[in-house]
């Protein structure tokens, strides 16, 4: 089936724009995560949905970040006023559930990112 | 703080060579995830790690959990060029989101 699609793949935008990356996960995930890989950098995390319970934003790194998720579906990360130390990859995943089991495990499964350049 | 580290984070090694990358953590874990990453591609699962003493194979890599000493490794044997890639760990502290390692960028040369 298909995988977790996110797009556009790369955008390219000047200091100061507004931009929203979107991200299409698996279908039936309750889970979302948005994630961001600086050039050669390990991932960070953003921001988690899981259902309809309000969003875990502790990762978002500053109020030019947000995040929406319309029920179990897509979700778009906006990203207002970019700056140059915006530029990263985007990365989306999504899981069965964010729950955390005593039994069984929510593996995440990845999208293949959104590369974002701010000039 | 919790945190997640991975030794080396650089490796350039012989075909046919065996190594073994680290993964620290820091706190409790309800499990120990291995990922794959090829340049400019996205994350692929290879092992989830479950309880203390797991062992997973596929192909060339092995990993293992050690959940007192908050360890886990992921052995390479014989390797191939095809297995260059940079491999992260996560884990998931208990009641808390997925937490990775910096990665570990791996350059195997023929």
């Known amino acids: 089936g298909a995988g977790v699609s996110q797009s556009p793949s790369n955008k390219v935008t000047e200091k100061g724009k507004d931009v929203e990356l979107r991200c299409d996960p698996i279908?039936?995930?309750?889970?979302l995560y948005w994630y961001r890989q600086r050039l050669g950098q390990g991932l960070e995390f953003l921001i988690y949905?899981?259902?309809?319970?309000?969003?875990?934003k502790s990762g978002l790194p500053s109020d030019r970040f947000s995040a929406e998720r319309t029920g179990e579906s897509v979700s778009t990360l906006t990203i207002q006023r970019t700056q140059q130390e915006d530029s990263a990859v985007y990365l989306c995943a999504s899981s069965l559930s964010g729950e955390i089991l005593i039994q069984g495990y929510n593996e995440q499964f990845f999208g293949p990112g959104t590369r974002l350049t701010v000039l | 703080e919790l945190k997640v580290e991975q030794n080396p984070l650089f490796l350039s090694m012989q075909e046919g060579k065996n190594y073994t990358i680290y993964c620290n953590y820091s706190?409790?874990?309800?499990?120990l995830y291995w990922y794959r990453q090829d340049p400019g591609k996205s994350l692929e699962s290879l092992f989830v790690?479950?309880?203390?003493?797991a062992v997973k194979q596929e192909g060339r890599l092995m990993a293992s959990l050690d959940t007192k000493a908050r360890l886990s490794t992921l052995h390479i044997t014989a390797a191939v060029h095809d297995l260059s890639a940079t491999y992260f760990c996560a884990v998931v502290p208990s009641g808390d989101k997925i937490i990775f390692g910096k990665g570990t960028r791996l350059h195997i040369l023929p």
């Open positions: 706190t409790t874990s309800d499990r």
């Open positions: 279908s039936g995930h309750t889970a």
């Open positions: 790690l479950l309880s203390n003493g």
């Open positions: 949905f899981q259902g309809n319970s309000a969003p875990d």
